[in-house]
């Protein structure tokens, strides 16, 4: 039997993305350190991107569940000594249970996935940033219920983040409000397969009135640091600040995957403040992805 891979929401239907989201609240509610479901099981993590949450999550997860998880790094490995992708792939996958993979390119991702005998998970690339929206998802359903039919809007960098909501869009059926920088905006491709579920906005003012949800990032992401300069002049007015929160339902809340820089895409006020969700965003990790790994493993 074919594997199920994760490199991407679209990898799911809507309906087992939802039944993910809410198994992933109840092992949250209800944490049995006897249900030990992967254990035996071995999880492969590659990193060429430093990580936190990602790496935390993952690891913790698969120890809560029996499991085990093998970080492993460019450096240590032939992957760093340019070894096919096709060839680490098959090997890898012949000795664990699932890869998860926090890259550069998606195309990476994508070509474990094609090669690998066991399923792969997106962990990030430049593409996209699947796992997070999952934890973004089960903080609002917690917060707020159910998604569909509410508003988001997206300000900041047209980048994986952005990309993955325009994705779980379509998937939760929510419209997305975008404001960024022209020169910043998403790929258009990834826009154009939502149709009218994504709306661009001149300033995020705009974009926030009547949303129910207000999501921002860093303005420069791994490997952009030396545009940092450049991008704090470019993105200057898109800030997420109480003004953009005045703009949305009095009851919005905010999120953002972190690290932040707070007095730059976001203000102190807003992230430290009462309509913020950033913690509970953060730990979520764990339990979404503990579904997930439940979800792909446990099959």
């Not at 300069?229 to 929160?245: G, I, L, P, T, Y």
Request: overall charge negative.
């Amino acid at each position: 039997m074919q594997p199920r891979h994760f490199t991407s929401l679209l990898d799911l239907s809507s309906a087992e993305l939802r039944a993910l989201i809410h198994r992933a609240i109840a092992l949250k509610q209800h944490r049995d350190p006897d249900y030990q479901p992967l254990k035996g099981k071995v999880l492969a993590m590659i990193f060429e991107k430093s990580s936190t949450r990602t790496r935390i999550s993952f690891e913790a997860g698969m120890a809560q569940f029996g499991g085990t998880a093998l970080f492993l790094s460019p450096r240590d490995t032939q992957l760093g000594r340019g070894e096919p992708l096709e060839d680490s792939a098959r090997v890898i996958s012949s000795m664990v249970d699932c890869i998860m993979l926090r890259t550069h390119k998606h195309e990476t991702v994508t070509t474990f996935a094609q090669y690998s005998r066991v399923p792969v998970i997106n962990g990030l690339t430049d593409l996209k940033h699947p796992c997070q929206l999952l934890a973004d998802m089960q903080t609002y359903f917690e917060q707020r219920g159910d998604i569909a039919g509410k508003t988001v809007t997206w300000i900041g960098d047209g980048n994986n983040m952005c990309h993955s909501y325009i994705n779980a869009a379509r998937q939760f059926d929510f419209q997305l409000h975008i404001a960024c920088p022209f020169d910043y905006r998403p790929n258009q491709a990834i826009v154009d397969a939502a149709g009218q579920r994504v709306a661009f906005f001149e300033s995020p003012e705009l974009a926030a009135a009547g949303a129910d949800l207000v999501v921002t990032d860093v303005w420069a992401s791994m490997g952009q640091e030396e545009e940092q300069k450049h991008r704090e002049v470019a993105f200057r007015d898109f800030q997420v600040n109480a003004d953009v929160m005045a703009a949305a339902h009095a009851d919005a809340l905010f999120m953002h995957c972190l690290p932040a820089h707070r007095g730059e895409e976001v203000s102190a006020e807003v992230i430290d403040g009462p309509q913020s969700v950033v913690f509970q965003e953060a730990e979520n990790r764990l339990h979404a992805q503990k579904a997930l790994l439940e979800f792909l493993i446990g099959r």
